[in-house]
């Protein structure tokens, strides 16, 4: 009599991957290499269409237990296009003979460099993870994916940043990073959250066109 066995290969544990990665591959640019090369054959075997791009943020929460935490008081980054627009105003003001506006970061009566600061909370498990809540959600400490994908659903690049980063603060970096790569983008579909005058103007300066949901004016 013969018995027949059949093996079964078990899907491998999850810990599996994050030990690799953190014994492995941590530092690398392995795993984006892996990426790359996949979206590579997608691209020449013609399934990526670019013409239309879609972006959107996705929280990913932090192995990080929010009563594991501490107050820390950080600088107010100022947005890409703070600079460009004060640089507007001045040049603007300068032809009607008008003073330049005062720099946030000159001097102050007193000498030292004016430098806005706001009180966080920051895991002590995960300094690197922001304090994420939205709407009736709890809270939790996470970080923050802003994927663009094409019309058949490939991503083609991403940005992380921490959970407590705006989707708007985060759509400069991959926006530039998407448009380099594919010169035949001809639409850009975005969500409310990034509807702001800034990206607007970039996307319509780039002879693209925005595609978003209407907005109710907030003023």
Known sequence: MVY?????RKKPHFSTFGKNYTRRFQG???????????LGEAIKSGFVDASAVFIDGTHIKASASKKKS?????EIQAKKYQRQLEAEIN???????????????????????????????QSTTDPESGLFHKGEHEKCFAYVANTACDKNN????????SGNT????????????????????????????????????????DNK???VPYKSPMT
């Open 4 to 8: 027949r066995v059949r093996y079964r």
């Open 28 to 38: 690398t640019d392995v795993l984006e290499r892996i990426f790359k090369h996949i």
């Open 70 to 74: 501490k107050k820390a008081v950080v």
């Open 91 to 121: 040049k603007d003001r300068k032809e009607h003979d008008k003073k330049p506006l005062k720099d946030k970061d000159d001097d102050d009566d007193n000498g030292s460099t004016a430098v806005e600061t706001k009180e966080i909370k």
């Open 154 to 161: 490939f991503i083609l690049d991403f940005v992380v940043g």
């Open 166 to 205: 705006h989707d708007s603060v985060m759509f400069d970096e991959l926006y530039e990073k998407v448009k380099k790569k594919y010169e035949e983008i001809e639409t850009v579909a975005i969500d409310s959250g990034y509807k702001t005058p800034w990206i607007m103007k970039q996307i319509i300066d």
């Open 209 to 211: 066109v925005p595609a």
